[in-house]
């Protein structure tokens, strides 16, 4: 349903804030790690499988691989521009700056989920 995709966005991006707070190369830097990757790629999981539910279910049969392959590649683009301008803001500013423009992005995209998800789909 739509609320788990809103769900695997928003531990996405708690993912993203555990590690904006890591700081130096103490124990609790290494733990906040660690949940970054716990939190973080639960969510992505969580929203990629039902993201592909959804889309199986509202896409007719016989344009299901074409909307498959239409939201893979728009994804992989959207990847792609984001590594280039992570990159220029990592460096024009600093790695952590690009880290904050991702955790906005992750903040954007749970903010758009809840307001165009149709609610109980």
Not at 79 to 96: E, F, K, N, Q, Y
């Amino acid at each position: 349903p739509a609320s788990a995709l809103v769900w695997g966005l928003a531990l996405s991006l708690a993912g993203s804030l555990c590690l904006l707070l890591a700081y130096g190369a103490g124990w609790v830097a290494m733990a906040l790690i660690a949940a970054q990757q716990i939190v973080g790629d639960a969510g992505d999981t969580l929203y990629d499988v039902h993201d592909q539910s959804l889309r199986q279910r509202i896409a007719p049969a016989e344009q299901l691989a074409r909307v498959d392959a239409g939201i893979r590649g728009v994804g992989q683009l959207c990847t792609l521009i984001g590594a280039a301008l992570g990159g220029v803001v990592g460096t024009l500013h600093s790695p952590r700056a690009a880290l904050v423009a991702g955790a906005v992005a992750f903040g954007l995209a749970l903010l758009a989920a809840t307001r165009l998800l149709p609610r109980g789909a």
